[in-house]
């Protein structure tokens, strides 16, 4: 189902944000025709943004950082500025709030600089500055916003202008920033009211944040198939947004990415290999310290010189990789290993481009300068899992590794327990346990039985094991 707008001759694209709820956990999709730019997933526990009341456990002076209880299973971490540490003691209490949420072994990442987002504001409760969106680029913009932020903002306390506050009346700013300060009072009342680690403040329901942050001008439709989730949003957006509200339309097709052909761009987030439509294709791989990915020329062969068929599958490839990491939210530090081009003036057109695609990216992205061996690092800001990672697990038979043990490896293996085995006892047969699938493979036309049984002058008796990993087994004597 690809739509598209016609006017006077020309395509316009039809951008959608689609939620989809139907089967509990609530999917989200920012489409341009039947392309997605950007994925989010509603995890269960979200934290990032909840602030808390938290107790100080303990000081690590040479980690610069503290220790919090804010009543959730581990302890989150705070780091210290240097005027931070005459502020706190083990055993008190501060305001803090989540900036990142625990990733696997480590706790949340905490701040003492609280922000309160608005819809066209954030209010900076501890900070007495003027900031103005990044993705404001003219000089005359960001002049205006900052006029109007400076009659805006109060006493002793910080604001930051938003990207869509451009071109919104100064009154209806200030309604924005009204809400923001009710709701630190709010939070300053209930601080005072406990003496034990307690949430103050939890982040917006996420379809109110998804609002907030993806709905803009430029969004056609917003599609839902809850009526549960469209009912929330009409009464929500009939007093914050009313001027959006036409776009609202229920749709309550329970496979609605399928049908507005979304399904398989989301499947490709599990992908490691990405296919290329030149015939290239792009390699992601994601540890636990940064992401690479690599660029393979595949069976491209479409320019008329070697360097132009190059330039040509970076140039596809720097597209699709720039969608790929919004897709699949990755952050932290990411290396692109392009096909290496001669071509000074290439390389940098190359990293103009990218410069240009990852400004459409509301998470603040930075690309560093190609160097001469064709890798170009880029950074972006990481406050959770990626995306896939509410979607799959660590494999547990390879334990991440992305391999298993060859078959010829795994009998090498097994002999050699075998042998060791039999020297230390006589008149036992040797039982393996192998998961059915090496069962099969082992003992087809039974050779791998007849090795055994020489190797050892013992019966062997070979069982399934169904627990076993693919590339595991047990090998243990019993009595013949």
């Known amino acids: 189902m690809r739509k598209k707008i016609h006017q006077c001759g020309k395509v316009l694209l039809m951008n959608r944000l689609i939620i989809d709820s139907y089967t509990g956990q609530r999917r989200i999709a920012l489409t341009e025709n039947e392309e997605v730019l950007e994925f989010k997933v509603e995890p269960a526990g979200r934290l990032v943004g909840n602030i808390y009341k938290g107790r100080v456990v303990n000081i690590v002076p040479g980690l610069e950082a503290a220790f919090v209880d804010i009543g959730y299973k581990k302890n989150a971490y705070l780091p210290l500025k240097k005027d931070d540490m005459k502020k706190i003691t083990p055993g008190g209490f501060v305001i803090v709030q989540v900036t990142k949420e625990s990733i696997g072994k480590k706790g949340p990442k905490l701040t003492m600089d609280i922000t309160l987002p608005g819809r066209y504001i954030v209010l900076m409760p501890f900070t007495n500055n003027i900031g103005i969106s990044h993705r404001i680029d003219s000089e005359e913009g960001k002049r205006e916003l900052r006029d109007k932020a400076r009659q805006l903002k109060p006493e002793n306390m910080g604001i930051i202008m938003r ?32 003496t034990v680690p307690v949430p103050l403040y939890k982040n917006t329901n996420m379809l109110e944040s998804i609002l907030r942050d993806m709905v803009t001008p430029g969004v056609d439709e917003i599609i839902v198939n809850s009526t549960e989730d469209f009912e929330y949003l009409h009464s929500y957006m009939s007093v914050e947004m009313p001027m959006y509200l036409p776009k609202l339309k229920l749709n309550s097709d329970p496979n609605i990415f399928k049908s507005l052909g979304i399904e398989d761009s989301i499947e490709n987030i599990f992908m490691r290999k990405i296919n290329l439509k030149s015939g290239g294709y792009i390699v992601i791989d994601t540890t636990e310290a940064l992401t690479a990915i690599d660029v393979n020329s595949g069976k491209f062969t479409g320019q008329d010189t070697l360097e132009e068929t190059v330039y040509a599958i970076n140039l596809e490839a720097a597209t699709e990789i720039v969608r790929q990491i919004r897709l699949r939210d990755i952050g932290g530090i990411i290396i692109i290993d392009f096909i290496d081009m001669i071509s000074e003036d290439n390389k940098k057109a190359l990293i103009e481009y990218i410069k240009e695609l990852v400004k459409k990216d509301r998470v603040k992205t930075n690309v560093v300068d190609i160097t001469a061996l064709g890798l170009v690092e880029i950074t972006r800001k990481k406050e959770k899992e990626t995306n896939d990672s509410y979607f799959v697990n660590q494999c547990p038979y390879c334990h991440g590794r992305g391999w298993v043990f060859t078959e010829e490896y795994l009998i090498s293996k097994i002999k050699r327990d075998i042998i060791r085995l039999a020297g230390d006892i006589s008149d036992m047969a040797m039982v393996v346990e192998l998961n059915p699938y090496l069962r099969e493979t082992f003992t087809d036309g039974n050779a791998f039985l007849i090795d055994l049984k020489n190797i050892s002058n013992s019966e062997i008796i070979i069982k399934d094991n169904r627990n076993l990993p693919l590339d595991g087994y047990k090998v243990y004597p019993v009595e013949a």
């Open 163 to 194: 990207t869509n506050a451009a071109d919104i009346p100064v009154d209806e700013l200030q309604y924005d920033l009204k809400k923001l300060l009710d709701t630190w009072t709010e939070i300053l009342n209930t601080y005072e009211l406990f």
